[in-house]
């Protein structure tokens, strides 16, 4: 079965760094793009960012360009989460999800971590 599995979360004060990982297996990783998104307790699931199958586009949302970088590593089949400049609005719970690109559903996301939370004190 497809697992995708997120880790590096924990609390950070604002202005401080981490950095996400999301391990995928059971899948064939190269056909997927990848995403971040989050979910604060009041607050719907907003994307974070994005990239392509194999690295060549990146994606991201207002709130986060310029401080968070995303990459992947087809060979480890991982995708990370570069987060810089951490603010207490960044704070959430964060999945990672994977969009098979050449059998297209109704939602582009196909898979779905069990998110891991991020916190950012102020």
């Known amino acids: 079965q497809v697992q995708l599995v997120e880790s590096g979360g924990g609390l950070v004060q604002a202005g401080g760094s981490l950095r996400l990982s999301c391990a995928a297996s059971g899948l064939i990783f190269s056909r997927y793009a990848m995403g971040w998104f989050r979910q604060a307790p009041g607050k719907e699931r907003e994307f974070v960012a994005r990239?392509?199958?194999?690295?060549?586009?990146?994606y991201y949302a207002d709130s986060v360009k310029g401080r968070f970088t995303i990459s992947r590593d087809n060979a480890k089949n991982t995708v990370d989460l570069q987060m810089n400049s951490l603010k207490p609005e960044d704070t959430a719970v964060y999945y990672c999800?994977?969009?098979?690109?050449?059998?297209?559903?109704?939602?582009?996301?196909?898979?779905w971590g069990q998110g891991t939370q991020v916190t950012v004190s102020s």
């Open positions: 999800a994977a969009d098979d690109v050449i059998r297209t559903g109704a939602d582009p996301y196909d898979y």
């Open positions: 990239i392509t199958r194999y690295g060549g586009n990146t």
